[in-house]
């Protein structure tokens, strides 16, 4: 397509957008397997922890952390296709 006068925009931009979306559904799905280990390990062991600690505090990530992984996992994802991108010629 470089031939034919596309722009490296035309060419870098869809590996870019990849990158991006990837690494968001990949942080998204992670925090969701996290959260039904997180839910399961909790319904396993709460009964014999009750007497230790608190199980009522026990909580899962807070929504603005898990908000922030899925970010980060989106540029982390954007800087991989920046970095695939280079090497389109």
Do not use: K, N, W
């Amino acid at each position: 397509m470089h031939l034919m006068g596309a722009p490296m925009s035309l060419l870098r931009g869809p590996l870019v957008v990849e990158g991006f979306l990837q690494g968001g559904l990949g942080a998204a799905l992670a925090l969701a397997l996290l959260y039904a280990a997180f839910e399961i390990a909790r319904a396993q062991f709460a009964p014999s922890l009750s007497g230790l600690i608190d199980t009522a505090s026990l909580g899962f990530l807070p929504a603005s952390l898990s908000a922030l992984l899925v970010v980060g996992g989106m540029g982390v994802g954007c800087l991989g296709g920046l970095i695939a991108a280079r090497h389109v010629r």
